[in-house]
Structure formats: C-alpha cells, structure tokens
C-alpha cells in the first residue's frame, strides 16, 4: 500500500488540536517530532477524502501552521516501525517488549506486538499512567479503559486484579491488536469494542482509565461520569502542565477532584477520585 506524508510544522499549543481536527475527519496516523507532527495517509484515503482541502482549511484557521507532501513507496510501514522498536523498563518493574525482544529474568514480561495503534509505553502519557495504574489497588475491580490503543493499560489492570476490563477504541486496528496482545499475555477478563464512550450501555466502574488527548477529555467528561461509580478512581494522561486547570475545572463540575498529579516531560497523569455525596477530596 502506498502512502502520503504530510509533515507539519507548528507550535506546541496547537499541535494538539490540529492532531485532533484530522484524527475526527479520516483514518490517519501520527508521529509527533520537537516542532511539529507528521500524517500518514494511505494514498486512497488522501485522494477520495480530497485531504488537501481539508489542510488548507486548516491553514486558513491556524495561520502559524505550514506543511509539506511527499509519497511514500509501497512498504510495510508496520515492518519497518518494529524495527526500530525497543523494548522498555516501566515502573521499575515491568518489561515490555515485542515477541522477538528476548524476555527479562528478573523483571515481570509483557508483550506487546508492535503496531501503528497507540500505546507501547514508550510516550510519556502511557508512562504516566502506567506508573499510576501500578500505584492502585484493582484487586476485583471493573475497569473501563476508554481509547485502549494496543491494550497495555488493560494488560496490566488485570495483572493488578482487576475482575472485568472494557477496552474500547473508535479505531478498529486498535480493537484488534488488543484483542491479540491480552491473548498473548494470557488475559482472561478484557473484553475489547470497537465503540464510543457514549455507545456503550455499561455504567457502575470502580476504576476509568483515559490516556487521549485534552480535547476528548474535556468533551466527554460528561460521559465518563456517567460510567465511573461514586468513590471511583478516573485515571488521566495525554496533556500538558498547561491544560491542567480546563482539565480541574471540567471534572471538578461532576465532583471529580484531583488525588494525585504526575509530570513528565511537560506532559501530565492524574489519579481523580469521584467524591460521593458532600464529601471532598483536598486537591493536590
């Protein structure tokens, strides 16, 4: 299959919205660099979605934008990214690798077949998240991991305990790559979908995990109520020190307050906890 890169050129506050202005319109994917992001399309989707069009409506409402197209030759773009993959050391105590990585003797082993979908614990935000999700207690608990990516926050939720996790996703890669890497770890409780916060009827979680984006955090602070029981735990990820008090201030109007705060990076994890009835929970 072919491909087109579009390179864009942008300052940090609004990389993230342009990501998400393109993510909402078209099957894509990104790889983030220090002053900017690339797109992938394939060269089918950028032709009949006349992607072109969109971008320069794009430049016309974010004037501090540029970008550039080249194609990229028939490869398998998965095969060349696996390549470069390597395994990693996550909350001192979990290696994660791919099925050709060698395991770790001393550490505990999870495996995670290399993809496109997000998640491999390389990203701040999942280290973040990763490190809170170790620091809880999810012995029986029922999870909901919402934006699952490759399903390494869900893996390690049920070696934590966890009784029952939903991992959902909006992009059916993602869905299917879950499904595989919880076979490979031997999962017996995730239950992956190809779903929508909003779609999805189940309610009553002890525990909510989000590693996305700002804007689909503040978007669907509603629904995530809705699905996170009284004195349940919502962890977050996937924006910057900067977003921090949207992000207070938006949860706060459901009585969801902040326990605990993580930074790496710039980038930000948040352990949240849902106040039952009059009860507060001090910020830090």
């Known amino acids: 299959m072919s491909f087109v890169e579009i390179k864009f050129l942008c300052p940090d506050h609004i990389k993230e919205l342009l990501i998400f202005e393109l993510d909402q319109q078209n099957e894509v994917s990104f790889w983030e660099h220090e002053i900017g992001f690339s797109a992938y399309y394939s060269k089918a989707e950028f032709e009949s979605k006349n992607i072109e069009s969109q971008i320069r409506a794009l430049k016309k409402k974010f004037s501090q934008i540029s970008c550039s197209k080249s194609e990229l030759p028939k490869r398998n773009w998965n095969e060349e990214w696996e390549k470069s993959y390597l395994p990693i050391v996550l909350a001192n105590k979990y290696f994660i690798r791919a099925p050709f990585h060698k395991k770790h003797h001393k550490l505990i082993n999870f495996t995670i077949m290399p993809n496109m979908a997000f998640g491999t614990g390389h990203h701040e935000s999942t280290r973040l998240i990763f490190t809170l999700i170790e620091s809880c207690d999810l012995k029986n608990k029922i999870v909901l991991d919402f934006g699952c990516g490759t399903g390494i926050l869900s893996i390690l939720a049920e070696y934590k305990g ?11 890669e993602a869905v299917e790559i879950t499904i595989e890497n919880a076979k490979i770890n031997s999962c017996q409780n995730i239950r992956s979908r190809l779903s929508s916060i909003d779609q999805i009827e189940e309610t009553n979680f002890d525990f909510v995990i989000a590693n996305i984006n700002r804007n689909i955090l503040l978007e669907n602070a ?3 109520n809705k699905r996170l029981k009284a004195g349940g735990i919502l962890l977050l990820s996937g ?5 921090l008090e949207i992000i207070r201030n938006q949860y706060a109007k459901y009585n969801i307050f902040i326990e605990k705060k993580l930074v790496m990076n710039n980038w930000v994890g948040l352990a949240c906890w849902k106040v039952r009835t009059d009860e507060r929970l001090s910020e830090n």
């Open 239 to 243: 924006f910057y020190s900067e977003d």
């Open 162 to 172: 966890a009784h029952t996790i939903l991992a959902i996703d909006k992009d059916e």
């Open 222 to 224: 509603e629904q995530i």
